[in-house]
């Protein structure tokens, strides 16, 4: 649904479904080039990164590829309307005003999700409770009931975004966060986000063009990642297909199974020649991944060891190391500068010039005791961590290598 102003009011645009309009992807910390280059492949034009935010312009074709195959989005977000609001009573008239009966039913629920900055509106929770007020005051009116809240599983997400007194209302295409892939049948302490891996593994370059391996891969999100992106099985080829858009009015159901059908015809269409491993120190949580392969049917193209990871070997041939060590923070840890100093030594003693290392901490003071310098040094963040992913080129006689 398209918002334009007419004679100072704001009115609703039924679309054809072909006509391009703005869009918004929300990302993590430092994966917006990652993001925009996976945009720039499902046809989206116009495209700027942000803040953790990448907008870009395109039709439903587009916001339903983008939903089903990018594995560094965490919500596709469609602005449907603009206007301005010097105050709280000026931001409930120009809400009421909108045609919601043309984007809800009655019989629906809905949740507003706000971000509040500038002087005029200083409380988040209340300018989405203004706009909440609107909402179904006009449903009220208009037919006598009105659609629910419904914090936990809504219909429809709306986002509110207020700045100074420019007032932006998004609908959220995708329902669900899309790190929630719907593969993970089983997890261990601390797995790491799936959007997340995916950007880290997309950060190192690889092509699937040499062997991938996590020596602490836990419940194995990064060897499925790995695993997905070489089978190019779209991100969300698990999920079930769902996603909030199904939902809309406007929602086309032969255009998006046209769309899945495209991208699912490409599963196995690549011809990568690799191995994908992953080793853990724990046998139940490896146990774990191992339901997860079996589920998302990659366990044969995941080979798993069971060991300390300075037992274990990396595959022969060129390879490159991703992994996610404890931080200390929901994993303890004795003492975590000896463990990243055996990191260290195994990367020297078992790693050599055919293997290139990445690997993502929290931990700045442990690092140090990897005892090697990196070459690359990516800002990132683990949920509210501030992280560094750090590259890592190993060589004959790293050892010589010069210390952090």
Known sequence: MIIQKQNGKVVPVKSSGREKFKMVAKTMMGLEEILAEELRGCGAENIECGSRAVTFEGDMRVLYRANYTCRTALAILKPFAEFE???????????????WEKILDVDCTFMIDSVTSGDIFTHSYYAA???????????RRNFGQRPTIDTETPDYKFNLHIRDNQVTLLINSSGDSLHKRGYRQAVGIAPINEVL???????????????FYDPMCGSGTLVIEAAMMANNIPAQYYRGGKFAFKRWKEFNLGEWKSVKEQEDRKIGAGDYDC??????????????????????????DVMLFCGSFEDQDPPEG????????????????????AMYEQLGDTFKKKYGENCEVWLITSDFEAMKHIGLKPSKKIPLLNGQLDCRFLKFELYEGSKKASKL
């Open 85 to 99: 609001a010097n105050n709280e009573q000026q931001l409930y008239d120009q809400v009421y005003q909108i045609r």
């Open 129 to 139: 409770l203004k706009t909440k007020d609107a909402i179904v005051d006009r449903f």
């Open 197 to 211: 891996a995916a950007g880290l593994i997309k950060l190192t370059g690889w092509k699937c063009d040499t062997n």
């Open 275 to 300: 191995e994908i491993w992953g080793n853990d120190i724990d046998m139940q949580v490896l146990q774990q991944a191992e339901k997860n392969l079996e589920f998302t049917k990659l366990h044969k």
């Open 318 to 337: 060129k390879t490159l190391i991703v992994t996610n060590p404890p931080y200390g923070e929901r994993i303890k840890i004795e003492d975590l500068n």
